[in-house]
Each structure stands twice: as C-alpha cells, then as structure tokens.
C-alpha cells in the first residue's frame, strides 16, 4: 500500500509499504501496537491485521517463533497501517499470553468485551445484590433466634467481616481489574488449582440460583393470584415470563443490565427507607388508633432469647444462630466487580463502590433490624417461616396490627423485583466466571465467544438452557429434588469471601517480599492487613460452625446438614483434581508478576472523573 509506513521493533520509519512486527523481540515477552488513545480499555488497544482492520491481537514470542491469538502465526507477516493512523501508533510492553500456572490474562477480555458499566451502576449492583429477601422477609427470623439485641450484634458482627472482604476485594480489584474478580485473582495469587475450584463452585450456584429466584417468584405471585382471590393463573406463565425477560437482559449491552439493576436498587432503597419510617411512626405511636409501642418488647420478652439451649449459653446460641443467617443476608456484594473488565476506569471506579456500597448496606441492615426488634415480640411464631411468604416480613405483620394492610401488596411487589434482580445478578456473575474460566483453560474454549457488542453468549445460552429447571416447580417430586440441588453450595458465599481474603492476604505478602511498598497500590488501606487474617478466621469459623443446630440433641436435619457442609468435600474434590490433573502449585511469592501489573496501572490512568449536574447532585450521594 503506497503512502503506509514501516515500524521495525519500536521505531516508525516512513517511506515503506507496511508495518511487521519485529523480530527481535525477546523470549517470554510481548509486543503489541496502541493505535490512538485508548485508555478507556485500560490499554489494552488494537493492532491492525493484514486486511487493514483493527484487530485486537495479543503476540508471544517463544522458542523462536512469534505467535499470538488470533490470525497471524509468524513473524514474516506484514500488517497494512494506514498513514494517519501510523502517526499514532506506538509499540508497548505487555506481559505474555497467560499459561495455567497462574499468569494473569486481561488482553482477550478487553478485545472482546466492552466498558459498559461505570462506577454509578457498580455502586447500586452491590447495593441490588444485598437488599433482598433476606431483609425484607428474613430479619423477622433474626429476632426470633436472637431476640432484638442479640439480632443487632449479629448483623454488626457480619458487618465488619463485610467490610474487611469488601475492602481486600477493592485493593485487589483495583490492582488487576479482571473478568471473574476474585476467581482470576486466586490463580493469579494463590494456585490455579484453587480458582479452578472456587470458579466452578460459582458457575454451579448461580446457575441453579436463577431457576430457583424464578420458582420463588411464582410463589410470590400466588399472594395475589390463588383460589381464595378468585385469580388463578398458571405458574408456566410466570416461569415463561421471566425466562423469556431474563434471557433477553443477558443478551443485550451490559449497560441495559446496569441500568436495570440500578432501578431496581432505587427501589429497593426506597423501600427500605419507608419501611425504616413508617416503622419509627408505628412505633412511637404514630398512627391513630394505635398505642406507643417504645421498646416494649425489649424488656419482655427481653433483649436475647434462649435457643436450643437455656441460659447465658442458649443466648449466646442465639446470637451466634443470627450471625450464621446474616452471612446469607449479605451475600452478593462480592458480585460487583465479576465485570471489571466491562467497567470504565475501574481503578477508580471499583474501589470506590466496594467503599461506598459496605457503608450503605450496613447502615440499611443495622436501621433495618433496630426498627424490626421495636415493632415485633421475638416470641411472635408468624416470624417463623419458609421465607418465601409475605406473610412473615416483620414490617408486614406490624403494619398490618396497624391497620394499614396494603403494605403487604407493596412488600411482595418489590420482594418480586428482588427475585428477579437476583436472577439478573446470578447471570451476570456466573456467565462472567465461566468465560474468565474458559480464558484460563478450565472450561471449553467454546464460551469466549462473544457478540459484536461485547456479551459472551454462549455462556448466557448455558445458562438460560439450566432456567429450565424452574418448571420441575410443577411437580412436587421434582421440586424436592431441584433444592436439594440448590442446596449443595449454599455455603459458596463463605468460600468465596475466603478467597477474596485469602488473595488480598498473598498480594500483602508478595508485595513485602518483593520489596514493594502498599502504597504503591491504585487503592490502599493500612488497616487492611489486619483486617483480612481476622475476617479470614471468622469466615472459617462460621464455616464450620453454620450448621451447629443439626449436632443438637433432637435436632438432625437432612437438609440443613446438607446445605451446610457438604460444599466442603465438593470444593476439595474440584481443589484436588485439578491441583492432580494439572500438577499445579502454589505461586511462590518471588514468582508473582506484580511488576508488569503495576506497570499496567502506571502506564494506564484511569480517565477524568465527569462531575454530577442538574438534580442527579441531589441524590448521587447514594452511589457517590
């Protein structure tokens, strides 16, 4: 092509007729050509291929010969570069393609996905993934175990241990913003053979959760539409429904997803903040009609209650029986940087959601529970239930003593958001892991397929393929089966919160022993390398400990031995065979490429933050 220059090695030289990669490049390196600005993939640009369009290309030169992934094999290829675009090309160091030892790929992510999400929707993505049923149903079974104070001191216990995972997850996320977060984190830090067991443990819980989100929606449709109301319509139609709409958000641009759940949060909080309200009004007497009610119900039935078994020992069961459900409650805001390489400067944008989203969902959670322990006796037996009725939200049956029974149709309206908002998350994150997986090798190489707009599609047709799974809910022989199903990693949570610690703590310890100073980190906290061990242990202990109720004396549960423990023996088999298949190891701390990661995060700055204007400064302090 005539007019098109010549780059050898580092150098640009005009008058030649195309652009070849250099030859010399040195063993266990890589080349790769930035063709204009484009830090908002955190430099992760294209090169041109051969028919003069933009490819983005990653090469490796390795015993002699230089390949890469894609279409160009060797290092004889020529590469057409237009004029205007040579005068903006420059050659850059890369870390080398990824191998299962545990180096770090972010340059197939980058080229194939798209930096849909900004820190906004990660923001209210952590908050939608905690504020669900767990709240608005479940903190009723709280009071019931713990009584109103020792319900408060589990959910401040769980949420310093929040804390400590959500700020270990930012300094980590904000170092290597991966595809999978903490799961290509663990192969990076800690051992391939880890992330492999964690990434499946993931994939396998978020692709029965969605099924399950579906089949509880159906329940809680019955609240309206059921033969007592006159209403009925068939559960297929629900099933059908939100199959049918979930498929379809995992399909489209990863920015519908974000605004999606970011309406979905706004709702849900201001619901919370009704509900908070309306039951500081009841409380104090408020409504006509009704009787102060103070904290009556702190002095009787009293501020802890006796679980299993009696005295000082039976409260402290109490407690300790809260603090195991609470993990559950707060499970999910490890999700919001699954797409960290579908997020626009996420060195900023990540550490600042997992900052902000643990202080709101703790401040939500701790109102929450406060104004629940005011409104309803720890002995009140409607507390107590399968936790998929409306019937059992504390807010519903004290709004209800109240006088004021719509409250229940709006509970279950957003409840029914929650669910769905659930299923969206569950879709995101798990098809996020598969493909960060199949990146690595450890999963067929047919889910990094992705869609001219960045979405991996065969992993969302994995996925929508397992939603079928809902319509065993028509049958009761099925259903008993699919829980028990869904019930085999219902302990995910605690791995991988322990995960995330875990790498947080290798990341501190590589960094000491290669002479790097925390500081050096995009984001960093001193306190952070003694919050991670002592969260870490906690994690471990309630681990252990969730499933305690069972080893009492009349109290063996299949169900609840199953969903407590048997994630333990799954999550060592997969570790196991992996670590024996491949004949992984763990990482020394020398070995760790932190070098090349901080040279990313130096070479790469993140963009200028735009600031807030018009009326969205009023209420941005929600995500901001």
């Given at each position: 092509?005539?007019g098109?220059?010549?780059?050898?090695g580092?150098?640009?030289?005009?008058?030649?007729?195309t652009?070849?990669?250099?030859?010399?490049?040195?063993?266990?390196?890589?080349?790769?050509v930035?063709?204009?600005?484009?830090?908002s993939t955190?430099?992760l640009?294209?090169?041109?291929?051969?028919?003069?369009t933009?490819?983005?290309?990653?090469?490796?030169?390795?015993?002699?010969?230089?390949?890469e992934?894609?279409?160009?094999?060797s290092?004889?290829?020529?590469?057409?570069?237009?004029p205007?675009?040579?005068?903006?090309?420059?050659?850059?160091?890369?870390?080398?393609?990824?191998?299962?030892e545990?180096?770090?790929?972010?340059?197939?992510e980058?080229?194939?996905?798209?930096?849909?999400?900004s820190?906004?929707?990660?923001?209210?993505?952590?908050?939608?993934?905690?504020?669900?049923?767990?709240?608005?149903?479940?903190?009723?079974?709280?009071?019931?175990?713990g009584?109103?104070?020792?319900?408060l001191?589990?959910?401040?216990?769980?949420?310093l241990v929040?804390?400590?995972?959500q700020?270990?997850?930012?300094?980590?996320?904000?170092?290597?913003?991966?595809?999978?977060?903490?799961?290509?984190h663990?192969?990076?830090?800690?051992?391939?053979?880890?992330?492999?067991?964690?990434g499946?443990?993931?994939?396998?819980?978020?692709?029965l959760?969605?099924?399950?989100?579906?089949?509880a929606i159906?329940t809680?449709?019955?609240?309206?539409?059921?033969?007592?109301s006159?209403?009925?319509?068939?559960?297929?139609?629900?099933?059908?429904?939100?199959?049918?709409?979930?498929?379809a958000?995992?399909?489209?641009f990863v920015?519908?997803?974000?605004?999606?759940?970011?309406?979905?949060?706004?709702l849900?909080i201001?619901?919370?903040?009704?509900?908070?309200?309306?039951?500081?009004?009841i409380?104090?007497?408020?409504?006509?009609g009704?009787?102060?009610?103070g904290?009556?119900?702190?002095?009787?039935p009293?501020?802890?209650?006796?679980y299993?078994?009696?005295g000082?020992?039976?409260?402290?069961?109490?407690?300790?029986?809260?603090m195991?459900?609470?993990?559950?409650?707060?499970a999910?805001?490890?999700?919001?940087?699954?797409?960290?390489?579908?997020?626009?400067?996420?060195?900023?944008?990540?550490?600042?959601?997992?900052?902000?989203?643990?202080?709101?969902?703790?401040?939500?959670y701790?109102?929450?529970?406060?104004?629940?322990?005011?409104?309803?006796p720890?002995?009140?037996?409607?507390?107590?239930g399968?936790?998929?009725?409306?019937?059992q939200?504390?807010?519903?049956?004290?709004?209800?003593?109240?006088?004021i029974?719509?409250?229940?149709?709006?509970?279950?309206a957003?409840?029914?958001?929650?669910?769905?908002?659930?299923?969206?998350?569950?879709?995101?994150?798990?098809?996020?892991?598969?493909y960060?997986?199949?990146?690595?090798?450890?999963?067929?190489r047919v889910?990094?397929?992705?869609?001219?707009?960045?979405?991996p599609?065969?992993?969302?047709?994995?996925?929508?393929c397992?939603?079928?799974?809902?319509?065993?809910?028509?049958?009761?022989?099925?259903?008993?089966?699919?829980?028990?199903l869904?019930?085999?990693?219902?302990?995910?949570?605690?791995?991988?919160?322990?995960?995330?610690?875990?790498?947080?703590?290798?990341?501190?310890?590589?960094?000491k022993?290669?002479?790097?100073?925390p500081?050096?980190?995009?984001?960093?906290?001193?306190?952070?390398?003694?919050?991670?061990?002592a969260?870490?242990?906690?994690?471990?202990?309630?681990l252990?400990?969730?499933?305690?109720?069972?080893?009492?004396?009349g109290?063996?549960?299949?169900?609840?031995?199953?969903?407590?423990?048997?994630?333990i023996?799954l999550?060592?088999?997969?570790?196991?065979?992996?670590?024996y298949?491949?004949?992984?190891?763990i990482?020394?701390?020398?070995e760790?490429?932190?070098?090349?990661?901080?040279?990313?995060a130096?070479?790469y700055?993140?963009?200028?933050?735009?600031?807030?204007?018009?009326?969205?400064?009023?209420?941005s302090?929600?995500?901001?």
């Amino acid at each position: 092509m005539a007019g098109a220059n010549k780059l050898n090695g580092s150098a640009a030289q005009s008058g030649s007729d195309t652009l070849r990669i250099s030859e010399s490049v040195e063993e266990g390196t890589a080349r790769r050509v930035c063709i204009g600005d484009n830090s908002s993939t955190a430099g992760l640009a294209p090169l041109l291929n051969n028919d003069n369009t933009i490819q983005n290309k990653t090469y490796h030169h390795h015993n002699g010969s230089l390949t890469e992934y894609g279409a160009i094999s060797s290092t004889s290829d020529d590469i057409d570069l237009e004029p205007d675009l040579m005068a903006q090309s420059r050659l850059l160091p890369y870390h080398a393609p990824p191998t299962e030892e545990g180096d770090l790929l972010t340059s197939t992510e980058s080229t194939s996905l798209k930096r849909g999400l900004s820190q906004r929707h990660l923001s209210m993505l952590g908050i939608a993934g905690s504020i669900g049923t767990g709240l608005f149903l479940g903190l009723g079974l709280a009071v019931a175990k713990g009584g109103p104070l020792g319900a408060l001191l589990g959910y401040a216990v769980i949420g310093l241990v929040v804390c400590a995972v959500q700020f270990a997850l930012g300094e980590v996320a904000a170092l290597l913003p991966v595809t999978g977060s903490f799961v290509r984190h663990s192969e990076f830090l800690v051992d391939p053979a880890l992330g492999f067991a964690v990434g499946w443990n993931l994939v396998y819980g978020n692709i029965l959760s969605i099924p399950a989100e579906i089949t509880a929606i159906c329940t809680l449709f019955q609240f309206w539409f059921n033969e007592d109301s006159g209403n009925v319509i068939s559960p297929v139609v629900f099933i059908l429904g939100f199959i049918v709409v979930t498929v379809a958000v995992g399909f489209s641009f990863v920015r519908v997803f974000g605004e999606i759940e970011f309406v979905f949060a706004l709702l849900k909080i201001g619901l919370v903040v009704f509900l908070v309200v309306l039951g500081l009004v009841i409380d104090l007497g408020g409504i006509p009609g009704t009787e102060r009610i103070g904290f009556r119900y702190w002095r009787d039935p009293g501020p802890l209650v006796e679980y299993i078994a009696t005295g000082d020992w039976g409260k402290f069961l109490g407690f300790w029986a809260v603090m195991t459900g609470a993990v559950f409650s707060f499970a999910g805001v490890e999700s919001l940087a699954m797409a960290a390489a579908e997020t626009r400067n996420p060195r900023r944008a990540i550490p600042r959601a997992c900052k902000r989203v643990f202080a709101r969902i703790v401040i939500f959670y701790m109102v929450a529970v406060f104004v629940v322990g005011l409104l309803v006796p720890s002995d009140d037996e409607r507390l107590v239930g399968s936790g998929n009725s409306v019937a059992q939200s504390p807010f519903v049956i004290a709004a209800s003593a109240a006088g004021i029974p719509v409250i229940a149709s709006v509970v279950n309206a957003i409840v029914i958001t929650s669910a769905w908002s659930a299923a969206n998350q569950s879709l995101l994150a798990g098809t996020r892991v598969l493909y960060g997986l199949a990146l690595k090798g450890q999963a067929p190489r047919v889910f990094l397929r992705t869609t001219s707009w960045g979405t991996p599609y065969m992993c969302v047709g994995l996925f929508g393929c397992f939603m079928l799974l809902s319509f065993m809910s028509l049958s009761e022989d099925a259903i008993t089966v699919f829980w028990w199903l869904v019930m085999l990693t219902a302990a995910g949570v605690l791995f991988s919160w322990s995960a995330i610690l875990l790498n947080h703590i290798r990341l501190l310890q590589a960094m000491k022993r290669q002479g790097i100073q925390p500081s050096g980190l995009p984001w960093h906290n001193w306190w952070t390398a003694y919050s991670s061990p002592a969260a870490l242990f906690m994690c471990l202990l309630i681990l252990v400990t969730s499933g305690f109720t069972v080893f009492t004396e009349g109290n063996w549960d299949s169900a609840t031995f199953v969903s407590c423990y048997l994630d333990i023996p799954l999550m060592s088999i997969a570790y196991l065979s992996w670590k024996y298949y491949k004949r992984t190891k763990i990482v020394s701390l020398d070995e760790i490429a932190l070098g090349d990661a901080f040279e990313q995060a130096s070479l790469y700055p993140d963009e200028p933050e735009p600031k807030q204007k018009g009326w969205v400064r009023f209420i941005s302090w929600i995500w901001d």
